[in-house]
């Protein structure tokens, strides 16, 4: 989803590249919301959950940017989840996720008809540093 454009500035050509927001869908909080997005799934190529501890309890509000493989940022969301939907054209991609004061990163590429699942899971993470934190 990238525009190009040239500029010819006397005998030099520049290269003007625009990349464009990418669509998505975020949600999923409460059975019928769940429901509704997987109704849509199949339709993104790139299908995302956010959960903690060992019951794999959904999350949302979780920071999130995904770069393309160049290294930039190509859509940054401060409050994803629990479930991200993106549309995002073929290529390779890096998802970044924090929680807690964690982040997890995630590569993946996109090819062909059938679209990729991440799962960013915080196992265990600890509530009680939060109040250790906020004591000090």
Known sequence: MAAHAQLTLGRQVTVIQTVATSAYLNGGVGLDEQAAMRRFAKGFPLRMVFSENKNR????????????????SILELPSAGPMLYVFLPRGRYKVSARFMGVTQTQEVT??????????????GTPRSSIWTVARE
């Open 110 to 123: 996109l090819a062909g008809h059938d679209g990729k699942d991440l799962h960013f899971h915080w196992e």
């Open 57 to 72: 309890e959904f999350l949302a509000d979780i920071p999130l940017v995904i770069s393309d493989s160049s290294g930039n």
